[in-house]
C-alpha cells in the first residue's frame, strides 16, 4: 500500500514538473513559428514603396507670376500625376497639400519627416529677367545623408526629359545655393557641382528622406510657358516623372 501511495506521489510531481517545460516548448515553438509567417508575409507583401508629391504654395499663396502661374503650374502636374499612381498598386503616393490648402515650407517638412517616405518630389518653377531663358532645372540635396541617392534620382528625372521626344527644351541637374549680399537678401547660385558652407533650399535642409526640387519652366518665357501648360504637356510630363519615379524605386528596393 504504501509503495503504490509513493508511486503516485513521485507520479504526480513528476507531473507538475513536466507542464511547464511543455509550456515553454510550446511558447517556443510558437514564437519561432510566428516569426516565419511573418517574414512570409514580408516577402508575398512588400512594403509599398511610399512618394511623396509636394506642389509648391496652395491656398492663395500663388507665388511666381508669369505668362503662368507657378502654384497652379504645379498644382495641374501634381494632380495628374497623383491620378497615375492612383491607378497602379507598386508605389504609393501622398500630397503634401491639396491645392486649396497653403503649408509653409516648415509645416510641409514636419509632415514629410513624420510620413518618412522613401522619395520626395517637389514641382516648381522659375522666374528669370531674361525672357529668352528656358528649360528644366532639376535640384538634388547637397548635404543631407541622403545626397547620392536624391542626385540619382535627379538624374533618372533629368535623362527622362531628355529622353523624350516630345519635350525640346534643355535639361540641368545640380545644386541651389543662396548667398547673402545684404540683410535678408540672397542671390540664388546653381552649381553642378557640391559647395560647403552655403544655405540651400530650405525644403531640401529640413527633409530627412531623399528629396529633388525640380524647377519646371520659366514662367517668364512665353513660348515655354504656352508649351507647357497645355493638357497634352501636363499628361506628357507626369508621365515622364512616373517613370522616373518607377526606375528609381526598381533600383532601390
Known sequence: MSNTNSK?????????????LRLLFLVAVMAVFGYGVYRASQVIIPKPFVVVLDPVLGGGAK???GYVNEADYAEHVISVLNAKFEEQHRIEAVLTHTPDREMSVEQRAAMINELDPDLVLSIRCDYSPDENESGMVIYADPANRTSRKSMEFAQAVAEQFENSEWYPYEVKTGYMYFHEISDNRYEPLFREEKE?????WPLLEQT???TVICSALYVTNQSESEFMTTEEAYENAADLYMKAILQYAGENR
Do not use: Q, W, Y
Open 8 to 20: 503516485r506521489k513521485r507520479s504526480k510531481k513528476k507531473t507538475r514538473t513536466f507542464k511547464p
Open 63 to 65: 507665388g511666381l507670376e
Open 196 to 200: 560647403s558652407g552655403m544655405a540651400t
Open 208 to 210: 530627412d528622406p531623399v
